[in-house]
């Protein structure tokens, strides 16, 4: 089992920055890789950003490319999104995942590729 906790969402002006973090505990593994999701009412749920633990290759949605940035603190157990330059098209509640299995080439963005979940974070932004 995989517990993951997230923190960090909150309510920001158009523009502004948060950090999200995804606190990880339970049978983690460097083979894993986390990734970041959001829904926004009525929506479904869609791929953000996607991280290994080894190596920390990254993946991107198009639609946060060049604002978002994911990482990862392995001594902590840590995912974190930078999230930069944010629209209200941003809001959304914020899902961390770990996928167990990640292919062995790239990174997964179907949700369902996704083994654990945290409970999210809403992120509000205001115009």
């Known amino acids: 089992q995989v517990q993951l906790v997230e923190s960090g969402g909150g309510l920001v002006q158009a523009g502004g920055s948060l950090r999200l973090s995804c606190a990880a505990s339970?049978?983690?593994?460097?083979?894993?890789?986390m990734g970041w999701f959001r829904q926004a009412p009525g929506k479904e749920r869609e791929f953000v950003a996607a991280?290994?633990?080894?190596?920390?290759?990254?993946y991107y949605a198009d639609s946060v490319k060049g604002r978002f940035t994911i990482s990862r603190d392995n001594a902590k157990n840590t995912v974190y999104l930078q999230m930069n330059s944010l629209k209200p098209e941003d809001t959304a509640v914020y899902y961390c995942a770990a996928d167990i299995t990640p292919p062995p080439y790239g990174l997964g963005s179907n949700l369902y590729e996704y083994d654990y979940w945290g409970q999210g974070t809403r992120v509000t932004v205001s115009s």
């Open positions: 991280i290994r633990w080894s190596g920390g290759s990254t």
């Open positions: 339970g049978r983690t593994f460097s083979s894993y890789a």
